[in-house]
């Protein structure tokens, strides 16, 4: 396929290449709740958490994670599997500390 967008230019590389974006960019996403993680945690209080994002987001990447499972691409069931787990943590942590 990418041959077929950029020409057939070595695909072999050319595919090596956007997978390593892809996991380059799943690796980024994973880390990008770790520190409203850690913020919540130390702080014990999730008052900036948004529960309808946490959903909206959780749903999503359900959503792409069931995909990448149904066309076998490990980077992206491994990359949504760590962030879903990680949104999932964060969604705790907001039940837990949310203020009553």
Known sequence: ???????????DMESRIFELMGTM?????CASSIPQIIKTYRTKCAAGLSGTYLTILIIGMSLIFSYALHVQDKVFVIGNGVSLSLTGILAV????????
């Open 1 to 11: 396929m990418g041959a077929v967008l950029f020409g057939d230019r070595g695909g």
């Open 25 to 29: 960019g799943s690796l980024i996403m």
């Open 93 to 100: 942590l907001r039940f837990r500390y949310r203020k009553t």
